[in-house]
C-alpha cells in the first residue's frame, strides 16, 4: 500500500520521522503516567534515549513505519469520537465518559502491540514462493480484517452508549 510518504519521496527521511514519532509518544506517556515525576527534563532525556535507540535499530524503526499511519487512523477516530460525545452532552468530567476513556486507552495499546507483533513476525518468517492462508496475527493485522474489527468495536460501544440508563 502506497502512503503518503512513499508517493511524495519523503521516505528519505522515514527514519527522522520514526525518530520524532518515538520521541514524541515516549514524552507524551512520561507525561501522562508520570512514571519518573514531574520533572520534564528528565521526561525529555530518557524519551530522546529511547528515539535515538529506535533510530539505531532498523527493526524498531521498521515497526513504527507500519504502525504510524495505523496510529493515525486511530487518533482520528478517536477524536471524531470525542466531537460526536460532546455534541450529546458527554464531557470529561462525566462518569460514564472516564471509562470509556480508560477502555479505548487499553483498546488503542493492544492494537498498537497487536500491529506491531504482526511486523516483528513477519519480518521474521522466511520468504516462501507459495502463499499459504494467514492465520493468527496474520490475520489479524489485515487491513481488510483490522477494519471489520475496528467497525464492529465502534458498533459495539455505539450500541452500548446509546442504550445506557442516564444518571
Known amino acids: ?93 462525566t462518569p460514564t465518559f472516564q471509562g470509556l476513556k480508560a477502555v479505548t486507552l487499553v483498546f488503542f495499546i493492544v492494537i498498537m502491540v497487536l500491529l506491531a507483533l504482526g511486523q516483528i513476525t513477519s519480518g521474521a518468517a522466511p520468504a516462501t514462493t507459495t502463499t499459504a492462508p494467514k492465520t493468527g496475527i496474520g490475520l489479524i493485522t489485515d487491513p481488510r480484517i483490522f477494519g471489520i474489527i475496528i467497525l464492529g468495536l465502534i458498533s459495539v460501544f455505539t450500541i452500548a452508549l446509546l442504550t445506557m440508563k442516564s444518571p
Open 1 to 93: 500500500m502506497a502512503t503518503f510518504v512513499d508517493v511524495t519521496g519523503l521516505h528519505v527521511f522515514s527514519n527522522i520521522f520514526a525518530f520524532l514519532f518515538a520521541w514524541v509518544i515516549v514524552y507524551a506517556i512520561l507525561m501522562y503516567t508520570r512514571v519518573v515525576g514531574s520533572n520534564t527534563v528528565i521526561q525529555i532525556i530518557l524519551s530522546l534515549l529511547v528515539a535515538l535507540f529506535v533510530l539505531l535499530s532498523t527493526i524498531a524503526t521498521n515497526i513504527i513505519l507500519t504502525i504510524a499511519p495505523w496510529f493515525a487512523i486511530l487518533f482520528v477516530f478517536a477524536t471524531l469520537a470525542a466531537v460526536a460525545f460532546g455534541s450529546f452532552g458527554a464531557s470529561a468530567s
